[in-house]
């Protein structure tokens, strides 16, 4: 797999990108931890909404149980009526998959929507939005950034 | 008050000084959203921890109630231990003193420790690590360069 760094610089360009195709409105922000914490940030204050809640997985991969995606830290979203879901990357497409079908038989009165910067075309589900198409390895500039720095300084 | 611009550059930078004057463990990071967010991204990744939360909180200030900060979307922290509560600056510091009050009512074994990366003199708790001083408005990268690049992007 080709692997490439991906920077401040582009992830702003991107998400300049992403609030153009964006073409519904919502009131709460959901992001998927880790990789949609700094989407969100950003997001939530050029929209404005302070209703910006995470939710947690853990994905297992063993012989019994393949893929399954165990999610926890569900948010209450009694006052949500929109809900935009964020993450850094749609990969397989289980996370998402799975916290969608979680979400809606919960809350079957929200209407939800989905965002990714990345996304693979082998996914099980497309985001209703998203920027990038890739097969690469992506190195987010939130994963290396402080390591490299580090790494530098030890030299 | 004086009003400055807060770069990613100087944002990664701070970062690494404050991984530095980090010297006790944890394993679990609470994020204050908004504020905590990227902060709290990127020292998940340095950290490799998982256990990643959000907290949210509605300051309110009227003449029944100074200051009363309401707290809602509680973690679960029951597999926790020490936990890192991560903000971007601590101001008056009335969020955090809250929010410590009611996590060490709830978990007495838990040990908390904070962190920030702007901390006013005034406030009334000093988080346990901070980087700077500063009595100015920060404009914080993650709040304006989407902003900026729509503005300009009208001109």
Redo the contacts between chains.
């Keep these: 797999m080709k692997k490439r760094y991906y920077p401040?610089s582009e992830f702003?360009?991107d998400?300049?990108r992403l609030?153009k195709i964006i073409d519904k409105p919502f009131d709460t922000i959901l992001?998927i931890?880790?990789g949609g914490?700094?989407i969100?940030?950003?997001?939530?204050?050029?929209y404005n909404i302070?209703?910006?809640?995470?939710i947690?997985t853990?994905g297992y991969n063993n012989r019994d149980k393949l893929n399954k995606i165990e999610i926890?830290?569900l948010?209450?979203l009694k006052n949500s009526k929109r809900v935009l879901i964020v993450d850094d990357i749609v990969d397989s497409g289980d996370t998402l998959y799975a916290i969608l079908k979680l979400l809606k038989k919960k809350y079957p009165n929200i209407i939800f929507y989905s965002a990714s910067i990345f996304y693979k075309k082998t996914a099980k589900i497309t985001p209703t939005w998203y920027i990038n198409q890739t097969e690469d390895w992506i190195d987010f500039f939130?994963?290396v950034?402080?390591?490299d720095?580090?790494d530098f300084?030890d030299r």
């Design positions: 401040y702003i360009r998400l300049n609030i992001l931890a880790r914490l700094s969100a940030h950003i997001l939530s204050e050029y302070r209703a910006i809640y995470s947690n853990i926890f830290n948010p209450n939130w994963s950034d402080l390591k720095k580090n300084n």
